[in-house]
């Protein structure tokens, strides 16, 4: 049987490397000489530079940026050659993501996506001519303006004084926006951003209302934020004539896609378009028996744009059954078994606390991976036994 290992990583705990390994881990506990392939999957978070750069054969470049909490952190991001094209691979979660926030200073309302805009011109400074950014496992709710500012985008207040924006929570306080310090080299480069093209800047589904929880807004936080964000729409459209309100993509990150598509000029894209143009799981599902794939978290979000449903939705094409584990299994979860996923299973192996749960992720994974080998076996068993007894 030939297994197939294409993983998310469990945000803040383990890389997609990192649980694919330990799947296989629990598999060869099964059998010691399964022929699995593992393919680490990546969704524009954390590791989409590093892996980007290392399928290119690039290097990564190390830099001081400003973190989310708006202290200075050592970042990074990848540089490489193709055709004689340079290309910068900016990974916001390097900068700008949760796991960077500590957990008692968890506020989208003061976090703020500053360092990305100083990764985007030391990329400029390199004199590259693209540059690819992935958009995920943020930890900022401030619609891209802290990215703006490091870019020259000035953000005014009702005396037309510059006024900081820091975080969501000052976008209603701008009363207009002034490019004229705009780093004009935007405008020599094509930018591309893999975000979740499913969430709008703006509205009931919008990134307010959909992400700022997970950051730790609390419900009136939430309702400032989505005020903040219409705003910010509307300035943006009077200053850069762009409705970014309801655009595909515009609430990535926080509202990160709508700052790049407006003051960087960025083409936002749907993350697994343009991120399966670089790893090359097809060939693999293919000729695959059974596909294992993970997430922190399955629930009713997981078919819009999560790794597990996108690894499920290439495997259907092929006929190619799938089984992924899982930290949690939340609302409408079951939901994924009408997306093309065949089986689903929490790790978990007792009640935690999530700091235990963190702790025993690669130990837990490794065991339900075995669990579910030897599960098929089984399925495995009773075919056979049903082959023989029709022959008979």
């Not at 290119?56 to 470049?61: P, Q, S």
């Not at 970042?75 to 193709?82: A, K, P, W």
């Not at 005014?156 to 004229?180: F, K, M, P």
């Amino acid at each position: 049987m030939k297994i197939v290992l294409i993983p998310s990583g469990f945000k803040e705990c383990l890389g997609a490397e990192d649980v694919a390994l330990a799947m296989d881990k629990g598999i060869r506990r099964v059998d010691p000489n399964a022929d699995t392939v593992i393919v680490p999957m990546i969704d524009g978070g954390e590791g989409f530079a590093k892996t980007i750069t290392q399928i290119k054969k690039g290097r990564l470049v190390q830099t001081i940026a400003t973190g989310p909490v708006g202290k200075k952190i050592m970042s990074h991001f990848g540089v490489y050659e193709e055709g004689g094209i340079v290309t910068a691979v900016i990974e916001m979660a390097a900068v700008a993501g949760l796991k960077l926030v500590p957990r008692h200073l968890r506020n989208p309302l003061v976090t703020t996506t500053y360092g990305i805009g100083e990764l985007i011109k030391a990329a400029l400074d390199l004199n590259v001519d693209r540059i690819l950014i992935g958009c995920g496992d943020s930890g900022t709710s401030d619609g891209g303006a802290g990215m703006a500012q490091a870019l020259g985008v000035r953000f005014l207040d009702q005396n037309h004084q510059t006024l900081e924006v820091n975080g969501g929570g000052d976008l209603c306080r701008v009363a207009s926006v002034d490019l004229s310090r705009l780093d004009q080299r935007l405008q020599h480069v094509r930018i591309d951003a893999a975000c979740n093209w499913h969430t709008p800047l703006c509205g009931t589904k919008g990134a307010a209302y959909i992400f700022g929880p997970q950051k730790g807004a609390c419900p009136e936080d939430v309702e400032l934020l989505a005020t903040g964000f219409e705003r910010y729409a509307h300035l943006i459209q009077e200053a850069a004539g762009m409705d970014v309100r309801d655009m595909p993509g515009s609430g990535a990150s926080g509202g990160l896609g709508a700052g790049l598509a407006a003051f960087a000029g960025a083409h936002l894209n749907p993350r697994y378009d343009i991120i399966m143009k670089y790893i090359n799981i097809e060939e693999h599902i293919r000729n695959a028996d059974v596909v294992l794939t993970a997430e922190g978290c399955l629930d009713y979000q997981t078919p819009y744009g999560k790794i597990p449903a996108e690894v499920a939705r290439v495997a259907k094409l092929s006929g190619v059954p799938v089984v992924a584990l899982t930290g949690t299994i939340g609302k409408g979860a079951d939901i994924n078994y009408t997306n093309g996923i065949d089986a689903y299973m929490s790790i978990i192996q007792k009640p935690a606390t999530l700091e235990v749960a963190m702790e025993k992720a690669a130990v837990w994974i490794a065991d339900c991976a075995e669990t579910a080998l030897r599960q098929m076996k089984i399925g495995y068993q009773i075919a056979e036994r049903i082959y023989k007894r029709e022959l008979a």
